[in-house]
């Protein structure tokens, strides 16, 4: 079997995710399912303006990287790319983009919902929350919710 190496990229630019998936699919037949997910900014009911998101240069790719070679390893999937930008951004606009491929969808879908369940727990960003009425927010803790997620992984 050919080892698999994922794309990883941390980058303030927006990501093109059809451009993103044909690069991952492109030339290969042995691809059964393609699951995609896509994280944006959203605007709070109103509230917030932006997120600014901070990163760990290196520790974040290392660990989004560690992360994907666990998911590829235990959905046997067939391709990966995990892309995740940080700088200010707007509501509506990209945060996160995985795209999980394997010969059968249930694969897929678990190894991009494996993603990012780590990606939200263990890979070192921070956000900063901008406020519609112009003040500055506090940083966003994270959530129980997300916590609880990554652990079901544990024993499934």
């Known amino acids: 079997m050919t080892k698999i190496v994922p794309t990883i990229r941390v980058q303030r630019e927006d990501f093109d995710l059809a451009a993103e998936c044909a690069r991952l699919t492109a030339g290969r037949a042995d691809i059964g399912a393609v699951v995609t997910f896509t994280g ?12 600014e998101l901070e990163h760990y240069p290196g520790m974040a790719e290392a660990e989004i990287s560690r992360i994907a070679g666990l ?13 995740h930008r940080f700088g200010k951004i707007s509501p509506g606009e990209n ?5 999980a491929a394997a010969a059968h969808r249930q694969a897929a879908f678990d190894g991009a919902n ?5 990606l939200k727990t263990s890979a070192p960003f921070w956000k900063k929350e901008y406020q519609a009425d112009g003040k500055l927010g506090d940083w966003v803790s994270a959530k129980d919710a997300d916590d609880r997620a990554q652990e079901k992984w544990q024993t499934q």
């Open 95 to 99: 945060i996160v983009l995985v795209i």
């Open 114 to 118: 494996f993603v990012m369940d780590f």
């Open 71 to 83: 998911a590829i390893e235990r959905f046997e999937l067939q391709g990966l790319t995990a892309i």
């Open 40 to 51: 944006l900014c959203r605007d709070e009911g109103g509230t917030l303006s932006a997120l």
